[in-house]
């Protein structure tokens, strides 16, 4: 079966061609869904949360940089660096793909069906919630929010979803290349800040007066430093930060402020555009939808794991031997996007092996089932880890190790493969979905799986269709 046929038969929004009241367009039901694009969101939306617990459990130089907090020896190192090596961004690539994958979803068998114009109306309303929810996740629950970022970027994609595969690839590709070219002048700019202040320590070593240049290039360089890893007392006052809502609510207004403008408009925009470019066109070539042979996934995996994770094991052992330190961090940038892809291909080609083979059904269907409910989960993660670590809750912000916020992430793995499938054996969507649809399509939409309701499983592609 062709990737169009199968986005003929499982759309992601139904339409319906009747006329007067009834809608053009209405939310898709759980057994029209494509099973193999939910295992894969359910698999990226359970990974981030690996990196998230560090940000959510330790101060925040630690997610980079181990030996600020939460330990840098043992198991602690060998968290950070299996992390480094085959999650860290790698999560974050295959979920904002899966967005780029949505879109193309989304759009292409509502206007095949002549919902028209109609389409970008429930497109744009779509995603201008999803910046909403993003607001209201980021200032209020957790600074680390990447829904806003999505909403963004995805109001740039309706105009390219009719583009070609071969268009969005070389696109994304070109926007995830300007990363590198930053991380290299970000790294001149440091290494020559951090020369003029050896210099002018040789200068003063030797007894020399400095000149206010040179006392400027000091300071500037102990600021950076400071910046790149705080001192005890700076990691003491946010650890004390996070023992109370309202201290921590001002805190995150400083910080979402400066992710959401500085860093987004700087390195985000091409990290997110770039992956959602690149879900856009793998979704047309049906490597989603697992309609690639065996052999094509199993090159896929082989590639992606046999570059990528040699390369992220390299940077991670520069990382390891420099210290952390700030230059050799940010050059490490450089090879950040062409390792994260890699693998995150790498892991594409894997699961859709598993899919395919019909293996771990048991596994799958949970996952696909967490991949429906993402957005429910995603913010749960949220809701319950800051439950967890902060103040207003059990309190274990900055007093577990590295190694032992991994306990937090497989309970809530746990739960979530339970509950999810749970769920949607009596509802059609999570919780937070039914709120996106309704005021998406501005009606209340039914919640409750009724006697006459598609069961809610996910649409399974035979080997038949897929081969």
């Known amino acids: 079966m062709s990737p169009e046929a199968v986005l003929a038969t499982s759309p992601d929004h139904i339409l319906t061609r009747e006329t007067g009241a009834a809608p053009l367009i209405a939310p898709v039901e759980s057994g029209e ?23 959510f459990g330790l101060p925040g130089v630690a997610y980079s ?145 400095l000149t206010d240049e040179q006392r400027d290039a000091q300071r500037a360089w102990t600021e950076e430093l400071k910046k790149a890893k705080p001192d005890p007392e700076e990691i003491k006052k946010e650890i004390a930060d996070h023992q ?3 201290k921590l609510f001002m805190r995150r207004q400083y910080e979402v402020v400066r992710s959401e403008s500085i ?65 050799t961090s940010t050059l490490s940038y450089t090879a950040y996007d062409l390792g994260r892809l890699l693998v995150a291909l790498g892991h594409v080609g894997l699961l859709m092996l598993i899919v395919k083979a019909g293996v771990l059904r048991w596994l799958t269907a949970r996952l696909a089932a967490v ?4 957005l429910t989960n995603y913010l749960t993660h949220g809701i319950v880890c800051t439950l967890v670590f902060n103040g207003y809750g059990f309190g274990l912000f900055g007093k577990l190790e590295r190694y032992q916020l991994l306990y937090v992430v497989l309970a809530i793995w746990i739960f979530q493969l339970i509950i999810s499938p749970v769920w949607l054996r009596h509802f059609r969507f999570g919780p937070a979905e039914w709120v996106w649809r309704s005021l998406t399509y501005w009606q209340r939409q039914p919640m409750r799986l009724d006697a006459s309701s598609p069961a809610a499983e996910t649409l399974a592609v035979s080997p038949q269709e897929t081969g």
């Open 33 to 55: 869904r494509i099973s193999s694009v939910d295992v894969l969101r359910g698999v990226a939306l359970l990974g981030i949360l690996l990196m998230n617990i560090v940000d």
């Open 65 to 209: 940089d181990p030996t600020v907090a939460g330990g840098d020896k043992g198991p602690n190192l060998a968290a950070w660096f299996v992390n480094q090596v085959l999650f860290e961004g790698k999560m974050r690539a295959l979920f904002s793909m899966l967005f780029g994958a949505g879109v193309i979803i989304l759009t292409s068998r509502a206007e095949e069906r002549g919902a028209g114009a109609s389409v970008a109306d429930i497109y744009y309303r779509r995603t201008l919630w999803l910046v909403v929810f993003g607001l209201l996740h980021a200032y209020f629950i957790w600074g680390g929010d990447i829904l806003y970022f999505y909403g963004v970027v995805g109001l740039m994609l309706y105009p390219l979803r009719k583009a070609t595969p071969k268009a969005l690839l070389i696109a994304g590709l070109l926007l995830l290349a300007v990363i590198p070219l930053k991380s290299v002048r970000e790294t001149r700019r440091l290494q020559a800040m951090r020369d003029k202040a050896v210099a002018a320590d040789r200068v003063a070593a030797a007894g020399r007066p």
């Open 244 to 246: 109370s809502y309202w």
């Open 263 to 327: 860093f987004f408009y700087r390195f985000g925009v091409y990290d997110i555009a770039g992956m959602m470019l690149i879900g856009m066109a793998l979704m047309k070539l049906g490597v989603f939808a697992a309609l690639r042979s065996p052999r094509w996934y199993a090159a896929l995996a082989l590639c992606g794991y046999g570059l990528g994770a040699p390369l992220n094991a390299w940077v991670g052992g520069r990382l390891i031997a420099s210290h952390f330190e700030p230059v």
């Open 371 to 374: 991949g429906q409910m993402a």
